[in-house]
């Protein structure tokens, strides 16, 4: 099971990445989702121990584990705690640890201050 779990998230990665290449230039909406120094920047603000493994880390499950059921969510909705407490629910559903649920969280956060969603 976790076999097939990396396995998806390895051919997703090449996915991702392909597709980034090929449209170069554009705002795909892999890029909303991309995590970058702006978002590590925003997110140590807040938290100082994260790091871009973290956020690359949260990525991986938002694009990996978190797509099984339904597409990407858009994170730029709906308040900080609606997330929160979505991720609570959607953690056991994706079978991801705490460690993980945590990363993910960190990585959803990074991106709405980097994009100055609001918290409310
Ligand atoms: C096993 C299937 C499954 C997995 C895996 C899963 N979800 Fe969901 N998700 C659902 C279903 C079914 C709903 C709709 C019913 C509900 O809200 O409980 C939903 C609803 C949601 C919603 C809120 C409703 C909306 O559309 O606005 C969010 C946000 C969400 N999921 C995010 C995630 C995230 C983040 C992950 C990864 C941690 C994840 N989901 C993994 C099945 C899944």
Not at 13 to 40: I, N, R
């Amino acid at each position: 099971m976790k076999l097939r779990i990396l396995a998806i998230l390895s051919v997703l990665t090449v996915v991702f990445y392909s597709c980034k290449s090929k449209s170069a230039g554009t705002t795909t909406t892999e890029d909303l989702y991309t995590p970058g120094d702006a978002q590590l920047k925003a997110i140590q603000a807040k938290y100082a121990d994260v790091t871009a493994a973290t956020l690359k880390e949260g990525h991986s499950i938002y694009i990996g584990a978190c797509t099984n059921c339904h597409g990407k969510k858009n994170m730029y909705k709906h308040s900080e705690a609606d997330w929160q407490n979505d991720i609570n629910r959607m953690a056991p559903k994706a079978k991801i640890t705490d460690a993980q649920k945590d990363a993910l969280w960190k990585y959803v956060l990074a991106m709405r201050l980097a994009k100055g969603t609001p918290s409310n």
